[in-house]
């Protein structure tokens, strides 16, 4: 199953902060992540954005988006709906904490990739 090893930390606590647009988890190890819905919506697990088996794709203009729902799929995962009505995608515990951990660098390659691209986050 997606997400689910022996080593795969385990969310105890999903928060949304929709004034703020973050996404707050906790997991079973200690760790905890406070995560930006664009960051999240730039990063998702989709075909859409991880290019259809080829490169990932840059995604702008999302600086403004938020998450309006969080559906549980099973035991192993989310799926997160965002306000510019992208909901395919599941977050498996593994993918969150990986993004979780991996923040800063993921952040500023994607900051990088766009400025390469000439794109924005503002829509």
């Given at each position: 199953m997606a997400?689910?090893?022996?080593?795969?930390p385990i969310p105890t606590a999903l928060t949304l902060h929709s004034a703020s647009r973050m996404l707050e988890v906790h997991f079973d190890d200690g760790a905890q992540f406070t995560?930006?819905?664009e960051y999240l919506r730039v990063f998702s697990p989709s075909a859409e954005?991880?290019?259809h088996g080829g490169p990932m794709q840059t995604v702008p203009g999302k600086r403004l988006v938020n998450i309006i729902a969080i559906e549980p799929v099973g035991h192993y995962a989310v799926k997160l709906v965002f306000s510019d009505g992208?909901?395919?995608?599941l977050y498996g515990w593994d993918t969150l904490y990986e993004l979780g951990r991996e923040?800063?660098?993921l952040w500023?390659?994607?900051l990088d990739?766009?400025?390469a691209a000439g794109?924005?986050?503002d829509a």
């Open positions: 997400g689910l090893s022996a080593h795969t995560l930006p819905c954005v991880r290019g992208h909901d395919s995608g923040q800063t660098t500023q390659d994607y990739r766009l400025a794109l924005t986050r």
